[in-house]
């Protein structure tokens, strides 16, 4: 069946460092891929998606690249700040099922 | 446009006792989903719905049951709840079941059994 993987935190980092979550998914056809956010106290929120093989998603200076050849949808930020810390979920869609979530990674960014 | 409500927020009950956790929304999607978060297990489908009137089960449902009477609500009742219910859940709403429509979920309600 379709899965997600992601890589467990908490991750801890200093405001403005480089920020990867890695993903790996399995999922029969081609899946579409999604990362979602959720602040302290709320629900989650699409942070970016991609549809297809070699899309970049991007959004408030995150991105992920759908590599399909290693079944990877890694999360990056350049340069995070305090308002960054959030937990965020990678998630796949593929055909006539609901979305499959990853278990969720904690990020917390210090000043 | 409200997008997905649920209420209550928080909730406290004791074993043994029903209740039933409201979700709506005013997108006119056609399908909707519940999940639960718990520590370190991510979220979890509880119920889905493809459509007013039609329900399917997801990979935690034994003590949740679910209608949808209309397109706009989808209301998770609990018969007998248990202390292993306690969680966050999570009312969920999607246009479509293409593989490209975004999800849209609603804030979540906090539920203890004691």
């Known amino acids: 069946g379709n899965s997600v993987t992601q890589m467990e935190g908490p991750v801890t980092l200093s405001e403005e460092a480089f920020l990867t979550i890695n993903c790996t998914y399995t999922a029969t056809g081609y899946p579409s891929l999604f990362w979602y956010v959720q602040y302290p106290g709320e629900g989650l929120q699409l942070l970016l998606k991609?549809?297809?093989?070699?899309d970049k998603g991007s959004n408030k200076g995150f991105e992920a690249t759908y590599r399909k050849e290693t079944t990877s949808f890694h999360l990056e930020k350049g340069s995070v700040q305090v308002s960054d810390s959030a937990v965020y979920f990678c998630a796949l869609s593929s055909g006539n099922t609901p979305l499959v979530f990853g278990k969720g990674t904690r990020l917390s960014v210090i000043a | 446009n409200a997008g997905v409500t649920q209420t209550p927020k928080f909730q406290v009950l004791k074993t043994g006792q029903s209740m039933t956790l409201q979700c709506a929304q005013d997108?006119?999607?056609?399908?909707m989903s519940w999940y639960r978060q718990d520590p370190g297990m991510g979220l979890r489908l509880i119920h889905y719905?493809?459509?007013?009137?039609?329900?399917d089960q997801g990979e935690v449902p034994n003590g949740y049951n679910v209608s949808r009477s209309t397109t706009e609500d989808f209301p998770l009742r609990l018969l007998s709840a248990a202390p292993s219910q306690t969680s966050v859940y999570f009312c969920a709403s999607r246009g479509g079941w293409g593989i490209t429509d975004t999800q849209y979920f609603g804030p979540g309600t906090r539920l203890t059994v004691l």
């Open positions: 991609a549809t297809k093989a070699d």
């Open positions: 719905s493809v459509g007013a009137g039609i329900t």
């Open positions: 997108m006119n999607h056609e399908y």
